[in-house]
């Protein structure tokens, strides 16, 4: 079996169900920031040691902090995966940057499939007459 990659999350007090889907993904959560510090804002931050893959959670950061673990990522070469704090979202994200996949075994496509035929059958009733 693969090594699973190694990911820090920051933003969020609570991930929901965030850590059941990049499980499906093969990754995994070494590290979950809430990005509430004020340390988290210097140029100078470090991320944690062994970090493949950072998840920056958008709807729950503010712009110095997020700009902060991006210098961090760049410096240490590690991806970033910028989404809001949603299931949908993140598996969005995730078949963008081209992590989608990876382990799963091809279940991104048919769930990705699955969203867009939910979302052509609820158009008709979304015009107005």
Do not use: W
């Amino acid at each position: 079996m693969d090594m699973a990659v190694s990911a820090v999350v920051v933003g969020a007090d609570r991930l929901g169900n965030i850590p059941d889907l990049l499980k499906g993904h093969n990754i995994a959560i070494t590290h979950h920031i809430s990005g509430r510090d004020p340390a988290h804002q210097k140029k100078t931050l470090q991320l944690p040691s062994g970090t493949e893959l950072l998840i920056l959670l958008t709807d729950f950061l503010g712009h110095n902090v997020m700009k902060a673990f991006r210098q961090a990522a760049q410096r240490s070469g590690v991806r970033v995966v910028a989404c809001r704090r949603s299931v949908c979202s993140m598996q969005q994200a995730l078949q963008n940057c081209g992590l989608c996949g990876a382990g799963a075994g091809g279940a991104c496509a048919r769930e990705a499939e699955e969203v867009s035929v939910k979302l052509v059958r609820g158009r008709p009733g979304a015009v107005r007459h």
